[in-house]
C-alpha cells in the first residue's frame, strides 16, 4: 500500500485547506485510515481518523468542530477538510493507515502505512 497527501500550503488564519490522501495498491486490506500532524520541535499528534466503510470519524479535541475527515471509497481516497484555522495547526501533515487496526485506534502503532507528508502553514 501506497500514501500519497497533497493539499497543504500556505493559508492565512481563519481560512481553510483540504488535504487529500490517495491509497493504490492493495487497498482492501486497510480497515483504518487517519491524519497526524508534527509541528516543528513537537512530537507526533493525531488529529482524526475514519473506518474503512467511512461511517465512524474521531477527532483530536483540538481540532473537532473544525476538521473533517472523510473517504471517497471509489476513489480510494480519504481527505481532511481543515477550517477556521489558527497558527497552532501549522506542522507536517501525514496520512497513515492500518491493516490490522479493527477498532481504529489512534495510537500511532497502529498504522503500519505512512505518506511523505504535505506541510501546512498557518
Known amino acids: 500500500v501506497q500514501l500519497v497527501e497533497s493539499g497543504g500550503g500556505l493559508v492565512q ?3 481553510s485547506l483540504n488535504l487529500s490522501c490517495a491509497a493504490t495498491g492493495k487497498t482492501n486490506v486497510l480497515n ?4 497526524f500532524r508534527q509541528a516543528p520541535g513537537k512530537e507526533l ?3 482524526a481518523n475514519i473506518n474503512s466503510g467511512g461511517t465512524s470519524t474521531w477527532y483530536a479535541d483540538s481540532v473537532k468542530g473544525r476538521f473533517t475527515i472523510s473517504k471517497d471509497k471509489a ?3 480519504v481527505y481532511l477538510q481543515m477550517n477556521s484555522l489558527k497558527p497552532e495547526d501549522t506542522g507536517v ?3 497513515a493507515a ?3 487496526n479493527q477498532r481504529c485506534l489512534k495510537q500511532i502503532p497502529e498504522f503500519n502505512y505512512w505518506g511523505q507528508g504535505t ?3 498557518v
Do not use: A, F, L
Open 13 to 15: 488564519p481563519g481560512g
Open 32 to 35: 483504518c485510515m487517519g491524519w
Open 45 to 47: 499528534e493525531w488529529v
Open 75 to 77: 476513489k480510494d481516497t
Open 93 to 95: 501533515y501525514y496520512c
Open 98 to 100: 492500518g491493516d490490522r
Open 119 to 121: 506541510q501546512v502553514t
